[in-house]
């Protein structure tokens, strides 16, 4: 079973930039960014094909936030600029370990981004 495991969440003022990542002990398939706010539901944040050819994002962090992925190094990563207190949350990578999987079926244990005002 492959093996996920994010990085790279800290503490940061609003404006500032973090890079996120989260590394696989193995093959994956698509790919995506989760984050869970206190007292709210897991919402989706951005996703990569499994080549890395196509993403998607939510509407909230269009234009701020860039997920990418290096097969070679079996690792993604979600740059997260302009960053708002909004922003604050738990972040777990998700993965599908076949390419017919209709669902994420591989996550990671999460990463703590906070934004300070």
């Known amino acids: 079973q492959v093996q996920l495991v994010e990085s790279g969440g800290d503490l940061v003022q609003a404006g500032g930039s973090l890079r996120l990542s989260c590394a696989a002990s193995?093959?994956?398939?698509?790919m995506g960014w989760f984050r869970q706010a206190p007292g709210k539901e897991r919402e989706f944040v951005a996703q990569?094909?499994?080549?890395?050819?196509?993403?998607w994002y939510a509407d909230s962090v269009k234009g701020r936030f860039t997920i990418s992925r290096d097969n070679a190094k079996n690792t993604m990563y979600l740059q997260m600029n302009s960053l708002l207190p909004e922003d604050t949350a738990v972040y777990f990578c998700?993965?599908?370990?076949?390419?017919?999987?209709?669902?994420?079926?591989?996550w990671g244990q999460g990463t703590q981004v906070t934004v300070s005002s």
């Open positions: 998700a993965a599908k370990s076949t390419k017919l999987g209709l669902t994420f079926d591989l």
């Open positions: 193995g093959r994956t398939f698509n």
């Open positions: 990569i094909s499994w080549i890395g050819s196509s993403t």
